[in-house]
Each structure stands twice: as structure tokens, then as C-alpha cells.
């Protein structure tokens, strides 16, 4: 694809991305998106041939924009701990800068509306989660004795609520405190019983 026709594909998506994060799926239309993006109905169409096409295209391009951010923390000289920890926050402050990011969780929660299985994305995040878990009981960190399957699926249940009632109660102003007082919440039951105590940041 062209780089002119990628720069355009992008704009729709985060349009779309912002219009759906502001209304939901629902209440967006193409008008509306075209509009958002700054593009023709005709650009539009020669990129998606519908709402749910577009809708699915956000979701795949949030899911893309978070999994690039969690390799370079994956990959970093950090403790397992440390990365699982980190890449929360890199989540939390998302949802907070990335229009693409706020739209494609809207999405994800309203995905019955438009007939998308959403699954993938949840469960790439805890598959990640429980290799980082299994790593850091290796490491020491995490007790050895911890279910690391059973505490990644709890982990990201935990995660999403915070950030669900942070949306309802504040527009997540207070997302980042609520991500650290869930780590507060779960470091004592992760470390209780290690071989060492990490010193988490």
C-alpha cells in the first residue's frame, strides 16, 4: 500500500476511533467519521466497506498500538515483576494519550453490538502475564507455591475493572492512582513467602 493510502487508512481508523470512543457503536456514524478524520465518504469506502469493518480495524490497530509498547518493556534488562508491573502502567497511561486505544476498548465492551469475537486481545495479555508470573517465581520474586495461570486471568479481570470504574466514576482522571493502589493491593499476595523481596518502583 502506498504511503499515501496508509497515512489515509490511519486517519479514518483514528477517527473512527474517537468517534466511537465518544458515543460508542451505536450512536457513530460514517457521516460522523468522515467528518473526524477529515476524509471523503469516498476515502472512506475505498478502505472499509462498512461500520463493523471500521470498528474491527480499531480494535486490531489498539490491540497492535499496545502490543508494540509491551515488547519494548518485555524486552527490557527489568524483572519479570518489573515488566508485568510496567506494562499495566504503559496500558493505564494509553487509555489516557491514545485515541486508538480509548476507541478500541470501547469497542471491546460493546462488541455484542457488532457481532466480534474480542477474545484474542485478553488472551494475549494473559498468556503474557502468566510467562512473566512463571518467570518471576524462577527469579525468585513470586512465591513458588502461586497458581501463575490462575493469577494472570485474575490479574487482567482486576486490571479491567479498575480502569471500567475509573471511566464511570472520574473519565479516568484517576486511572493511574487506581493502577497503583491495585498493585498495593496485590504485591503482598504475589511476594508473601519469596525467596527475596523486590524492591518494585
Known amino acids: 500500500m502506498q504511503q499515501r493510502a496508509q497515512d489515509t487508512r490511519l486517519a479514518v481508523i483514528e477517527g473512527a476511533a474517537r468517534v466511537f470512543a465518544e458515543i460508542g457503536y451505536g450512536n457513530a456514524s460514517l457521516a460522523d467519521i468522515t467528518k473526524r478524520a477529515g476524509v471523503t465518504k469516498g476515502a472512506l469506502y475505498f478502505h472499509f466497506t462498512s461500520k463493523r469493518e471500521l470498528a474491527l480495524a480499531v480494535i486490531d490497530e489498539q490491540h497492535a498500538l499496545v502490543q508494540s509498547a509491551g515488547s ?51 488472551q494475549d495479555w494473559i498468556n503474557t502475564t502468566h510467562q512473566l508470573l512463571a518467570q518471576a517465581q524462577t527469579e525468585g520474586d513470586v512465591r513458588a507455591d502461586l497458581d501463575a495461570a490462575a493469577f494472570a486471568r485474575y490479574l487482567i479481570a482486576s486490571f479491567t475493572g479498575v480502569q471500567m470504574v475509573s471511566e464511570v466514576l472520574t473519565a479516568r482522571a484517576d486511572v493511574m492512582a487506581r493502577i497503583e493502589q491495585m498493585w498495593e493491593f496485590m504485591l503482598p499476595t504475589l511476594t508473601s513467602g519469596a525467596s527475596t523481596q523486590p524492591q518494585v518502583p
Open 72 to 122: 519494548e518493556i518485555a524486552g527490557s534488562n527489568n524483572t519479570a515483576l518489573e515488566k508485568i508491573i510496567s506494562l499495566c502502567r504503559m496500558f493505564g497511561q494509553q487509555l489516557l494519550d491514545e485515541p486508538i486505544v480509548q476507541g478500541g476498548i470501547r469497542l471491546t465492551f460493546e462488541a455484542s453490538a457488532f457481532q466480534a469475537d474480542v477474545s484474542a486481545p485478553y
